[in-house]
């Protein structure tokens, strides 16, 4: 598939769907580390998080295979409204049906719209630009994702985890999230049809980038539903625990910028395997001291490692692809992305089972075992490439 370089877009391309998705992420941040966190005060046990965390992320999978068509017949912005106001409505009735069936229901809706705005939005930024552009577009909108979810997890100790004010909070800034799309109508793709992948296409996307994608899934899905209840049963208090989930985000911000740059200078699957050993040496600092500050550091550093996994991964699956397959590859990775984000929580769950340190033990395993896999995929592609 040859590289298509007409230009797609009218007007500022970056500006409606990233400030639409910086206050969306200030929503969605506060979000996920509240479901966890108020489940006891509606008289749920916590022992269903992992449920509800796994729920979310397989309407995130179903969701992501069901975005293109939609696209394709009414258009980014369009569609980008459609699914914020599906998303609001999923966050309005949590607190008014506090039962775990109902919120289960909720949460699987609640990540097919996610998975829209998701496939929206990096399809939006990624569509009709060299490699290098792409990169740096990424590299924006993933600052502005983790920009707006570290304001997200400070807004725990600011507004708290009880009663439905926190859920009503939420309700209005995915609001505030549709009014770019709607105040503002240039800047989405134009005139570019959109072509499905088939059977045959799928199987020769980048490997490297389909588990860098799953990868990123098992790691974020469970640090976004476990890691709140984690740091809870190891007895920190709400401010803290909003301090360090706040960390591990903010680290991921600060290493996008870097991230572009380094995408476009070296092997994307070396960089991977790079991104996972930081990842690895971050949980090898939690079992060398299990001091506050040194904890803020190594969630720091994990933030940095997990955040920096998918925006590689689907560089690497768009490089050197006609435009015209975008929508189709984003949605994909997402589908890959999707798959990891329920696993992991459950294998979470699992480990935290078994040991009082079990979420780091998950991570140092998971990170470890895939920073292998990059290395050995990067040294096939060099034979490869030598060989030819």
Known sequence: MKQNTTLVRKGDSTLVPVAGLTVFAIASGYLMSLIPLSMSSFGMDTLYASWLASIYFIGLLIGSVMIEPIIARIGHSLSFVVFLLLLAVTVGVLPLMPYLSAWMVFRFIGGMAVAGI????????????????????????????????????LAIGAIGTQGA??????????????????????????????????????????????????VSGVVMGSIYGMMPL??????????????????????????????SKLSVMISKTLLLAMMCLVGVFAMGLTYLSSDYMVLIIALALLGMSSFALYPIAITLACDHVNASYIVAITQVMLLSYSIGSAIGPLGVGMFMAQANN???????????????????ASLRRKSHIVLN
């Open 118 to 153: 998701f496939v929206v939005v990096e399809s939006w930024l990624l569509i009709g630009d060299n490699p290098k552009e792409r990169a740096k577009r990424l590299g924006f909108y993933m600052t502005s994702l983790y920009g707006g979810t570290t304001l997200g997890q």
């Open 165 to 214: 004010i926190p859920f009503m909070a939420i309700l209005v800034l995915l609001l505030i999230a549709v009014l770019p799309p709607l105040l503002f109508k240039q800047g989405q793709p134009q005139g570019h049809s959109h072509k499905s992948l088939s059977l045959k296409q799928m199987s020769r996307l980048n490997k490297a980038a389909l588990v860098g994608c799953m």
């Open 230 to 259: 984690a740091l809870n049963q190891g007895q920190f208090t709400t401010d803290q625990i909003g301090v360090l989930m706040a960390a591990i985000i903010l680290g991921g911000m600060v290493i996008q910028p870097i991230i």
């Open 358 to 376: 079990g979420i780091m033990n998950f991570f140092f395993v998971v990170l470890l075992v895939t920073a292998v896999y990059m290395l050995f």
